[in-house]
Each structure stands twice: as C-alpha cells, then as structure tokens.
C-alpha cells in the first residue's frame, strides 16, 4: 500500500496549481506481514521496488512491526498494528491517513478512515489518535509547508 505524502503531495500540488513533482522526495511503502518482522524482510522489499524503479526513493515498512520502530520515531509505546489500514489510521494528520493499493485486477483500493475531505479540501490538522499535539505543531514546522502550501487551511491541534 502506498500511504500518507505521495499521495498528500500530488494532491496539494495540483490544489496549487503546480505540476506533479518529477521524482517525490520518497515514497512509503506499508505492508502487512506478521510472520517476519526482521529488517531483511524490508530491506529485500526495498531492493526489488529500486531494481524495478531505481530513480524512485522508496521508503519501506512492515507495518506489522511498527509497535518496534515507533517508540523511538514518536516518543510513546503502542500496540502492534492488526492491518495497514489499521496504520494509516493514526498518522499524524487527518489528511495523510491514505493509502491506496493496487489489487490483482487492476481495480485500486483506496484506504481512507477519515474520508478523503481533508486531503482534496486542502486542510490539515492533527490526528490525536497517537501523536501530540506538539509533536503535530513542530512536523508543521519542520517540514515547512506553510511555505511549500500556502493556501491551505492549517488548523492548529485542538482545532483552534
């Protein structure tokens, strides 16, 4: 599944008029496999997504093993996750709490908990389901994208 800022960034890109960014910073790649949470697994996954499209960075995970890496990525202990979407539903803001799949028949799968009015709205606000409200306000900060977005309606955490 590709979650969160690909997809959050074609769509604010084209809410400000701006062409689809040639290559994306990155590009998540979530998927589910309990029976192997070793880095191996991910790192044999992001060996065959680069020889396929080397010129995109991919950044992989098992969301199997999230309850692993997030401790130390967001400052609080969780649950493992049941399913990628189970996931994507505690991203830090309600807009990148998207995935999207492509299934065996071509048809997309498309994961959004929260609906899809954020994302094409162009509003941001906190997701308070596992991350802070500070820790919200300061990814605003650091990645900068008042300046990136300026028109999009930022709503501080709390809703204010």
């Not at 960014?21 to 192997?36: E, K, M, Q, S, Y």
């Not at 790192?43 to 960075?57: E, M, N, Q, S, W």
């Not at 990148?96 to 509003?123: E, M, Q, S």
Request: include cysteine; charged fraction near 25%.
């Amino acid at each position: 599944m590709i979650p969160a800022g690909a997809i959050r960034d074609i769509v604010w890109d084209e809410l400000h008029g701006r062409p689809p960014t040639a290559v994306p910073r990155d590009i998540d790649l979530g998927f589910f496999d309990a029976a192997d949470l070793s880095a191996a697994s991910e790192r044999t996954i992001d060996a065959r997504l680069r020889a396929r499209v080397p010129d995109l960075a991919w950044d992989v995970r098992n969301q199997a093993g999230a309850h692993l890496w997030y401790p130390e990525a967001f400052g609080i202990e969780v649950a493992p996750f049941a399913s990628c979407a189970e996931a994507v539903s505690t991203f830090p803001e309600i807009t990148t709490c998207v995935g999207i799949r492509l299934l065996g028949d071509d048809d997309v799968l498309v994961v959004a908990p929260y609906g899809l009015d954020d994302v094409l709205g162009g509003i941001c606000r906190h997701n308070p389901t596992r991350v802070t409200a500070a820790f919200y306000e300061q990814r605003l900060a650091a990645k900068a994208w008042r300046a990136r977005w300026p028109s999009l309606q930022y709503e501080h955490a709390g809703g204010e």
